[in-house]
């Protein structure tokens, strides 16, 4: 018998921006999410933009700058790592964390030499990467137990590298093969929004979206596995003017060509999150998990 995935949660990057964040959406999960479902994370809060800037300063030749940056990269993550994990026999610190540092160590090294664009999505990719691990991880110590899919396993893109297009033609069949494997067997899967990969000759390249993309391979995954709803987790609700004005008011229900027609520029979500199957959207506030989101609706 086949499982319907019945949601499909997007974890933005400030519900996961640190420990505290991660125990928060954990204890959200563990207490709302009924398998099975998938969980897309973006990288942490400001991550991309660090990485974004270290990839500046490598191509400007400011190697100094570039490696106080690749120190502060590790340092947030194992801050994170140490708050989450007191006991120091996980294997987050035994083998998983120090084999996936080792490798953006390494990735870091070779774009100082090969200064080209494929280089510098796979040292972007990492922001989600290291995210989604000690997410993972730490969901699993609350006994949410999971299963983490690598997006560059599955969402396959064409080389245009940093602004990348789904592999509309073939991106089914790589979701069911990976992903819906184990959600229709009752799995919570947790894979990462933003990156995905192409092939070169015979070596797969990670390869980015553009940015805010994480919303749109959300809405890719979603579309591929017929999800009944989709949860978008942020830090306000769908408001009807900027959030930041203290007249703006909660928006209880819109309709999808509603929101594409006066609210789609208001930076909540990407626009073309909204773009194929008609799924229905909820926009919840991870400051109040328990109370109703913001409902786009077919």
Partial sequence: MVIEVIEVHKCGGKSVKDSEAMM??????????HRPAIIVVSAMAEMTNLLEKMHYEIVSGREAEAIILR???IDHHNNVVNELFPKKNNRIYTSKLPKLENEFYQTFEKYQYLKEALVRDELVSFGERFCSLI???????QDVQNRLVPAIEFMITDKNFGEANVDEKNIQHYINRRVKSLTSKGHLVLTEGFIGST???KNTYPTTFPREGSDISTKIVADGLDAKKIIFWKDTWLMDKNPSDPSAKKICFIKYDDYISNLSKNGILHEKALNGKKIP???KNFNFPFEEGSMIIP
């Fill in 24 to 33: 928060n959406m954990a204890n959200i999960f563990k207490k709302q999410i």
């Fill in 71 to 73: 120190k502060e990269f």
């Fill in 135 to 141: 997410f993972g991880q730490y969901l699993k110590t």
């Fill in 199 to 201: 092939t070169i000759g």
């Fill in 281 to 283: 959207i909820e926009i």
